[in-house]
Nanobody, 122 residues
């Protein structure tokens, strides 16, 4: 089990960048795949990106491919989401999650952070 805390959200203009961080506690962080999801008001939680336990495999939603980059540092028990060329439709609460495998399905992640708000103004 890991506990997850996101940070780095905020207000940014369209075209700008933000870097989200997710700090994990627990000795077993390095064995989990990690994912980023987001949820906008009135919408379901949607997949953004995921990374394997080693960092060797990544997978992105089509809507963010080429703009967002997921990475992790197992020595620091952290996972990151670099978000570039932000659009107003990226506005949402962003969550990190830990799970047993690289997948876009939120149901397969067993630990979630509390979320961090990202707002992109036009």
């Amino acid at each position: 089990q890991v506990q997850l805390v996101e940070s780095g959200g905020g207000l940014v203009q369209a075209g700008g960048s933000l870097r989200l961080s997710c700090a994990a506690s627990g000795r077993t962080f390095g064995i989990y795949a990690m994912g980023w999801f987001r949820q906008a008001p009135g919408k379901e939680r949607e997949f953004v990106a995921t990374i394997s336990w080693s960092g060797g495999m990544t997978y992105y939603a089509d809507s963010v491919k080429g703009r967002f980059t997921i990475s992790r540092d197992n020595n620091k028990n952290a996972v990151y989401l670099q978000m570039n060329s932000l659009k107003p439709e990226d506005t949402a609460v962003y969550y990190c999650a830990a799970g047993p495998r690289i997948t876009s399905s939120p149901g397969e992640y067993h630990n979630w952070g509390q979320g961090t708000q990202v707002t992109v103004s036009s």
